[in-house]
């Protein structure tokens, strides 16, 4: 059971363009909801997270934008980079003891220079 | 402030055979979280350890089994080992029961 759906599986974008990557959960009590960048060899890194108390979180060039209605939230890439290309991972959890990420199977992205 | 260190990063057992791979968390976390990483599954969450007890459970086997001591560093044994037991195996740390993981370079598993 999938409880955190992230979509596309693989993104091939561009120098300069937008990448967006989209996740959709399922459990309304989640409140936390990180994205984790992982490069080829290395282990995962948080990216940038958000709350549902905002409808959007800005860090440089990455932006998260949250719709708290449609349960979705979605990672934007401005101007990608060749050095953006990555695994990216979306995660949700909720309050509480003992906090456990349900994880997206992740999307990779490919920037072409 | 030195990273989480995982060893072996890679290896190679034959089925049936087991295996343990460490953990040495940042300085200061007492918490470590395991997963396994296969191309197509993502991140499958095996457990948790803090302060030396195990606090969350994913949906594993009984094979796979784990510790942690009372320095915070993890270990994780899978006995019996099967092909599909073959992956990436990262482990995490962070400082309490929630906040920010942060994850080592992985022990690379093949079964043959």
């Known amino acids: 059971q999938q409880q955190v759906k992230q979509s596309p599986q693989s993104l091939i974008v561009q120098k300069g363009g937008i990448s967006i990557i989209n996740c959709a959960y399922e459990n309304t009590a989640f409140d936390y909801f990180p994205w984790y960048q992982q490069f080829p060899g290395k282990g995962p890194a948080l990216l940038i997270a958000?709350?549902?108390d905002v409808s959007e979180k800005k860090e440089g060039r990455f932006t998260i934008s949250f719709n708290k209605s449609a349960k979705q939230f979605s990672l934007h890439i401005m101007d990608s980079q060749p050095g953006d290309s990555a695994t990216y991972f979306c995660a949700a959890s909720r309050d509480g003891n003992n906090r456990k990420l349900i994880w997206g199977l992740g999307t990779s992205l490919a920037v072409n220079p | 402030k030195a990273g989480v260190t995982q060893t072996p990063r890679y290896l190679i057992k034959t089925r049936g055979q087991q295996v343990t791979l460490s953990c040495s968390p940042i300085?200061?976390?007492?918490?470590v979280s395991w997963y396994q990483q296969t191309p197509g599954q993502g991140l499958q969450f095996l457990f948790e350890?803090?302060?030396?007890?195990?606090?969350n459970k994913g949906n594993f086997p009984g094979r796979f089994s784990g510790r942690q001591f009372s320095n915070s560093r993890s270990e994780m044994n899978v006995s019996t080992l099967e092909l599909g037991d073959s992956a990436l195996y990262l482990c995490?740390?962070?400082?309490?029961?929630?906040?920010?993981?942060?994850f080592g370079e992985g022990s690379r598993l093949t079964v043959l």
């Open positions: 995490a740390s962070r400082w309490g029961e929630t906040g920010e993981l942060f």
């Open positions: 958000i709350r549902p």
């Open positions: 300085s200061g976390h007492r918490s």
């Open positions: 350890y803090f302060s030396e007890t195990q606090r």
